[in-house]
């Protein structure tokens, strides 16, 4: 396998800020779709129109609703079947506070022929965040049934549009490993959030990034000198971005690294949740907040 050119200019010794500008530029073109799949839309899942939390979800326990405002406190989520990679996606996105309001914003939800898709999507990201909250304020672990839902739910809407879901036709399905990076990108562009407030990179923020919220990075290269970095100028600006929370690839297992309510680092594998034991730097996907 032969390396790609943006990665022999960097082996080459290619300065960092013009790495930077590449790099942004080789991801727009990694990422954007050659061609949009022909997919006949039938209508949306059912429980797009079910009409509260617990008859979407299929439980009997009380659910508070989180306050926006309110302290965000962080538990595991047990393992639905190869759906670590979901639940790190899904704790690296709660745990910023612009990317969870954004997401799970409903009333926020665009207009138009994708609206109902959007709207039902952010529906099912604020019902998980309720979910959570309420488990994390009684120290309890987010139950097996719930994950399998949320990855039931956001497989059935990938299906309505699968562009959202880089064409990615098992995305979210159960017993199906796949990579965090993707999921939460797909969760995103099926919300509808904003790509001015939330942007991806490769590798951190660049010149481009100066005006985003949220930096959502694919770490160029992990170890010495690669992963995440704790601060993070975007290119030429003064624009700094901090890292809030992390995930990496443990040999095809994924691991989240996230901030508790005191900003403590801990890390979260499934439904264990214990003190950070790895450092940034070992991290495939990156969350920076705009400072």
């Not at 309001?101 to 207009?111: E, F, H, I, L, S």
């Amino acid at each position: 396998t032969h390396p790609s050119p943006l990665v022999a200019l960097m082996a080459a010794g290619v300065g960092a800020r013009a790495w930077g500008a590449l790099a942004a530029l080789g991801f727009a073109l990694a990422v954007a779709p050659a061609s949009a799949a022909k997919h006949v839309r039938v209508g949306l899942p059912g429980f797009c129109n079910s009409p509260d939390l617990k008859t979407r979800w299929g439980i009997d326990w009380a659910v508070n609703p989180f306050n926006p405002h309110g302290t965000w406190d962080i538990t595991g989520i047990e393992n639905a079947g190869a759906a670590c990679y979901m639940s790190s996606a899904l704790q690296v996105l709660l745990s910023v506070p612009a990317l969870r309001d954004a997401a799970a914003d409903v009333g926020a939800a665009p207009r138009g022929p994708s609206g109902g898709l959007e709207k039902c999507a952010r529906q099912v990201v604020a019902d998980f965040r309720d979910i959570y909250a309420t488990k994390a304020a009684s120290r309890a672990l987010v139950p097996a049934a719930s994950a399998g839902k949320a990855q039931s739910m956001l497989h059935e809407l990938c299906k309505e549009k699968l562009e959202n879901c880089q064409n990615l036709t098992d995305l979210f399905q159960h017993s199906k490993s796949h990579d965090a990076r993707d999921a939460l990108q797909a969760i995103l562009q099926m919300t509808g959030v904003d790509n001015k407030l939330v942007q991806w990179a490769w590798g951190g923020p660049t010149d481009v990034h100066k005006d985003a919220a949220v930096v959502l990075s694919r770490a160029l290269v992990v170890g010495s000198g690669g992963g995440c970095f704790e601060y993070a100028f975007a290119g030429e600006t003064e624009t700094m971005f901090q890292l809030t929370s992390f995930a990496r690839d443990v040999g095809g297992h994924w691991v989240s690294d996230v901030p508790d309510a005191q900003g403590d680092p801990m890390e979260i594998d499934d439904a264990v949740v214990r003190k950070r034991r790895v450092e940034p730097e070992h991290a495939h996907l990156c969350a920076y907040e705009r400072v």
